[in-house]
């Protein structure tokens, strides 16, 4: 069931939907900036311009250009410098939510406390084996 709820951009109200996040006005100015955006990319000289680059030739907003390239309406393929921050660290990546750093971290770290894990398995079942029987010996 749609809610009415405050635009995140400009704070009027209104239904919120599940193909945007923003009021229809704000939605309307987000297209037109893409627009500009992508205008830009299409020319052959500025397919490998950096983000920075065109946040500053066009005005756009650098998150809204993350969001465009996470929701792949730019593609990384055809603009190769444009990305969106890792979720865990923010160097800038083309696909997924983490980095390969990232990724290879918490992996190491999922080893790890196998490992440990494993260890303390086996201390409690050499634990249950060592028993010691000293049945009628007297010193």
């Known amino acids: 069931m749609n809610e009415i709820v405050n635009c995140s951009r400009c704070g009027e109200l209104y239904?919120?939907?599940a193909?945007?996040?923003?009021?229809?006005?704000?939605a309307k100015e987000e297209e037109l900036m893409y627009e500009a955006v992508y205008k830009f990319l299409r020319q052959r000289e500025n397919r490998a311009?950096?983000?920075?680059?065109?946040?500053e030739v066009t005005g756009a907003d650098e998150i809204q250009i993350h969001k465009w390239v996470k929701k792949g309406?730019?593609?990384?393929?055809?603009f190769p410098?444009?990305?969106?921050?890792?979720d865990?660290?923010?160097?800038?990546?083309?696909?997924?939510?983490?980095?390969?750093?990232c990724t290879d971290d918490i992996e190491n770290d999922l080893d790890r406390i196998k490992?440990?894990?494993?260890?303390?398995?086996g201390e409690q079942r050499s634990d249950k084996h060592m028993t010691y029987y000293a049945a009628n010996k007297r010193r």
């Open 81 to 86: 410098n444009l990305g969106y921050p890792c």
């Open 115 to 121: 490992r440990e894990e494993a260890f303390e398995a």
């Open 19 to 26: 193909f945007r996040d923003v009021c229809a006005k704000c």
């Open 49 to 55: 311009a950096t983000i920075e680059r065109v946040v």
């Open 73 to 78: 309406r730019l593609h990384a393929a055809h």
């Open 88 to 101: 865990r660290c923010g160097a800038i990546i083309n696909k997924g939510k983490i980095c390969g750093n």
């Open 15 to 17: 239904m919120e939907n």
